[in-house]
């Protein structure tokens, strides 16, 4: 039977090395996460606002994205460039981006119209209905796609070892091919709690990043 402490013993076993696997995988799973927001987003709100050519665009994006396995990009990258932590990375960016790109069209497409119209009413330009108006109502939809986006990147990081990489996934392999379940549960354990901890910190950071007015509104709906 497998124990709490037998786990935690594999865990920082020095051939395994799971302190340093650990924060390995933070660092690809963070900036993997960070790359796919800086690109999604922008484009999000491109696409938004070009109605039926931003359509066909998203739904491509999306597509290709959600099609192409990121295993497959990562070995094409390694194939091509280099081992190690940036063809990882590369995949895990082409897996983030289509719920962050997704979510943040739609976020802006199912703004209430009537505040739209409102703020033009009241002198704004498109410029400030974006930043002021529409932007901050799509919060909530955009870190729904964000949440998504990061539990799966931290998921799929676990594939990075495949490519050269580090990470937890590499305890998983280890775990795995050596039949050895204490340390298998010592590298899928992390991965579970670092998706837990991640939906945790974006749920924060949407709060803040909410307005007022709804923050309010969930609140007494609750």
Known sequence: ???????????????????????IHVQM????????????????LVFAKSHRAGSVATT???????????????????????????????????LGIPPILLNTVVGIREVDRGAVEAARGMGFTRRQVLERI???????LVFAGLRLSANQIVATAALAGF??????GVIVQSGLFNAQDDVLLAGAIPIALLAIVAQ???????????????????????
């Open 163 to 168: 490519v050269g990489a580090e990470g937890l």
């Open 60 to 94: 491509l994006v999306s597509g290709v994205g959600r099609a192409v396995p990121t295993f497959a990009v990562m070995a094409l990258v390694a194939a091509l460039v280099t081992i190690g932590f940036w063809p990882a990375v590369v995949g895990l960016v082409i």
């Open 29 to 44: 799973s963070l900036v993997a996460l960070l790359i796919a927001t800086a690109i999604a987003i922008p484009l999000g």
């Open 1 to 23: 039977m497998i124990t709490p402490s037998a786990i935690w013993d594999a865990f920082n076993d020095p051939f395994v090395n799971g302190p340093e696997q650990l924060w």
């Open 200 to 222: 945790l910190i974006l749920t924060g950071i949407e709060r803040l990043a909410s307005p007022k007015g709804l923050r309010v509104a969930r609140a007494a709906r609750a």
């Open 134 to 140: 529409e932007i901050p109502l799509a919060v909530p």
